[in-house]
């Protein structure tokens, strides 16, 4: 290139200097054969290439947290979401745009029919998810929300994007959903502090807030316990004193029965309150027991009482109160009541302010009749369906030896107060080898006992002649011999379930060769206390000793498909029937009934949409005992709480990152990372043939030395 440079330069001033005739032929012919001389060398080729633009990866992250249905711009949160993505889709010119929906985790965004179920919304969980699998890293982000995020304040929470960020100069844009806080007043918060255990006080804080302009100086608050098929019943309440818009009130609550229980609290929400789902939570608590406080209430010395009493008082979880009753109200000692040393039995402390206190009461052969116990009847009856556990063991004074039958203390037993045959007995003093059901068999709290003497068990003297077992109720141990009215056998040993609470009714009066005789001496009388351990850890709802375990996985949301999971304990079997009790003020039908075959592994059970409100189930596993859970449906739970929409922290979220803050009717105004051009195909093509470029240069080669030999300047 630049020897034909040089050439044609000196050729142009050869012919200024010169005044040879023809330079113009010179001078063109010299031009031509150098260009086509150079083309000789360099061979020229066109070059055509066809490319793509690729636009902007962007990745648009969508809240579906419950909260998004509150009210926003347009409609609910969730609607003016969409109407958001709507106008991001129209704006998008080439950007590349993938739509996810986030709360607990990360899913492709659901239909427009679709309403937000997440219990939390989890940004910074959804942003590691995303990036650590994705193939190609975006190049900005939109998140669509309202602000209510889990995770770091408005303070921190820009420092934690930057850190999961790939590189620098990746913008996150926020598109708020919610502009104007709502006129509310809610339960924000409660909070207990350590467990909860039966007889103990629970301090409670509780968090009110009150939003939107709406005037709320003061909101009494109660707290209640749902009771099964009774009116909740009053724990603890005051009044909320509200500042700034929140309010935190200190409170105290006790349980009065271990187990699970249901607790509301409720605040008296002003007028104009535009969210009433939120003036109450509901809790599920499961009381523990520090020890077990029971009362025992013989009626004679026997070697059956004295067994259980020593039981009872060496065993170091359980807090007795025992009486033995040597002093009736017709007994005449000739002498004072100072004098006395037998004092008198206090039925009526016992049986109306102190029952309440008492996990289980024990009556063991005696006899309601002498000692004016048959008015009280109706307030033991009371406390066992209320939570209460009952025991009633036999001896000639039991039973219908104790004049029960047809008291409200019947409906609570396990079995019908019914001779079994005909006759004025009602107890047999002949021993018995009792027989171990098919259900016994299964049953975990006999589990202890069988470990030690497999189905042996030894003569037992004396039997209380009972009738049929209720339905629904468990018999473990039956007469091998006698048979009830119906032609069944006769139940020795039988548990049931009434209203919250638990019963066991034992017909015999010789439990304690379990642990004094013979059969007992070659497992060290330990077998007495294996018994009672399983039958009062039953009654007491010992984990240990429930046929399965109860969970939620997802939680419950009122209105929307709930799933609870089963997981019954190894080597259970048979058909899993599982009931749903609302806890109201009456009883009624079941919100749920259905059956399942159990095979001792977990088992799924979808139960529909349940209303709002504290619920109670209850499963058992073929002829074995129920568990129960409690658990609560919310239509919020957590994320109405605070119905309040988080715009700084979304205004955080977008300075933080260099991105920008709009409202959901200006989502079409942000802009994307231009266009990239990528090309895909290039095709090169001579502008001639090679010996075309050659011929030509030495064609007007020869012409222009002839040109110049004319021109003299050979």
Known sequence: MLVALVGLLLLLVELRRSKAEGRVGIALTGLLASALALGALLRPVTVVARGTRVGAKVLVLVDQSRSMLLPGAEGSRDETARKAVERLQKSAGEARMTFLGFGEKVEPLPPGGARPRAQRSDLLGALRSVLVQADEMPQALVVVSDGRLEGPGPEQIGEALR?????????????????????????????????????????????????????????????????????????????ARVVDGKATLELQMTLDRAGPRLVEVAIDAPEGDTIPENNRRTLAFDVSRERVRLLHVAGRPTYDVRALRNWLKSNASVDVIAFFILRTERSDVHASDSELALIRFPVEELFTEQLPSFDAVVLQDFNAEPYRLLRYIPNLARYVEGGGGFVMVGGPEAFLGGRYQGTDLERVLPVDLKQATSGDTTFDLAPVVPRITEAGQAAPMLAPLRSLFGNDLPPMPGVNLVGDPKPGSLVLWEHPSRKTRSGRPMPLLSLGEFGDGR???????????????????????????????????????????????????????????????????????????????????????????????????????????LAPGGYMARVKIGAGSGARRAFACEVGGDEWADPRPDRARLGAIASSTGGRLVDASDASKLSFPQALEINAERSVTPLLPPWFWTLGAALFLGIHWLFRRRGGLV
């Open 503 to 609: 019963s066991v009714a034992i017909a015999l009066d010789g439990v304690h060769r379990l642990g004094f005789s013979e059969f007992a001496e070659r497992v060290a009388g330990r077998g007495h206390g294996a018994l009672w351990d399983g039958l009062l850890g039953w009654l007491m709802r010992d984990p240990r000793f429930e046929p399965a375990q109860i969970e939620l996985p997802q939680g419950c949301a009122a209105g929307e498909p709930t799933t609870l999971r089963v997981a019954p304990l190894p080597g259970t079997s048979g058909t899993l029937s599982l009931e749903i009790f609302p806890a109201n003020e009456r009883k009624g039908p079941p919100a749920f009934r259905g059956e399942a075959p159990s095979t001792g592994k977990p088992v799924d059970l979808p139960i529909g949409a």
């Open 163 to 239: 850190g999961l960020l790939p590189g620098k100069g990746v913008p996150v844009h926020a598109v708020a959903v919610a502009e104007r806080e709502p006129k509310d007043a809610s339960v924000r918060a409660v909070r207990t502090a350590g467990a909860a255990v039966a007889h103990q006080p629970v301090s409670m804080t509780v968090e009110v807030g009150c939003s939107g302009g709406l005037s709320c100086e003061s909101l009494p608050v109660a707290v209640r316990e749902l009771l099964d098929g009774a009116p909740p019943a009053l724990l603890s309440s005051g009044v």
